[in-house]
């Protein structure tokens, strides 16, 4: 055993909380998470130099699946130090795991841009590299440059593949673009995980990209993603999916301030045969902060619970 940091304050996690506890980590190991009272260590938490309970919040890390840089580099510069430089930033201000999303560009600045992720996900500060684009609807392009969008391309597809080596976990794509299912089916066959977005595709549509997604990854992995990945739904409800919002309603006792319900049918009924995940933006810049959701899983989907990010 070799010296243990000890961290006190409250606890909270996805299904706990903990006024006054103590995190104990063993080199790259948890080895304690509870109330300081029936912490186990040498001597009591009081005499290891720790913060009185309350002084901090200890919360988990947070994995993001969608982040195009920080601290002023972007992932799309196409430089491994900038890369670096955005990612202890993020890891400075909790994030411990990421995938450096990468926006449309060209051919060759893509290929690019993977080349720099790759060295610094050997490297083991990313966990792995996330494409958006080129494969989006031109009528969802959101910030991406409608000029730069391509319908799907296997040859392109498998230089980006070959730039990216095992690094690269996911890409974004629209599922009504033509030959898209065969992509879909590229991008499996090497473990990465196709995320639907930037789209205009109807509930069919989405159903067919996503569950012929599931099928290929349930025969697969790679070092980025892992075993037991499943699609997943970028950033859903943010100016750039078919989902669209029922328009404003007025105040009320029983819903609060104005605002607007997002109709969640057409998507949520594809999440749960498919048990993929989906993300969304909750800045108040995409999506109005009045704005709610009501999620009712099906009993047979409860294990696909959307993520926030």
């Known amino acids: 055993m070799g010296e243990i940091l000890m961290l006190r304050g409250r606890i909270v996690t996805g299904s706990t909380a903990i006024d006054d506890g103590v995190i104990a980590v063993d080199g790259e190991h948890i080895a304690y998470v509870g109330p300081a009272s029936g912490f186990p260590g040498a001597g009591e938490p009081e005499q290891s130099g720790l913060a009185r309970a309350g002084e901090f919040i200890l919360l988990p890390g947070l994995v993001d699946l969608h982040c195009h840089g920080g601290g002023g580099s972007d992932f799309s510069e196409g430089s491994a130090q900038a890369a670096r430089s955005a990612a202890r930033f993020l890891h400075g201000t909790g994030t411990t795991t990421l995938l450096a999303s990468l926006v449309t560009a060209s051919s060759g600045a893509m290929l690019r841009n993977l080349h720099a992720i790759r060295s610094v996900v050997e490297e083991g500060l990313i966990a792995g590299a996330h494409l958006e684009g080129p494969f989006l609807s031109p009528h969802q392009h959101g910030a991406h440059d409608p000029a730069l969008l391509r319908e799907p391309d296997p040859v392109l597809l498998s230089e980006l593949l070959a730039a990216a080596g095992s690094t690269l976990a996911s890409m974004t794509c629209a599922a009504e673009l033509p030959g898209m299912l065969e992509l879909v089916d590229q991008l499996t066959a090497r473990g990465v995980v196709p995320s639907l977005g930037h789209t205009e595709a109807d509930a069919a549509t989405a159903a067919d990209f996503l569950q012929r997604a599931a099928l290929g990854l349930s025969r697969g992995t790679n070092s980025a993603t892992g075993p037991a990945v499943r699609p997943t739904v970028t950033h859903l409800f943010n100016l750039c999916t078919t989902v669209r919002p029922v328009p404003s309603r007025p105040a009320s ?29 909750w800045s108040g810049l995409t999506t109005s902060p009045s704005s709610q959701i009501r999620w009712r899983p099906r009993a047979s989907g409860t294990d696909g619970t959307p993520s926030a990010a």
């Open 253 to 281: 006792p029983k819903h609060g301030p104005e605002g607007r319900w997002w109709n969640l049918s057409p998507m949520a009924s594809t999440l749960p045969p498919t048990r993929s995940g989906w993300c969304s933006i």
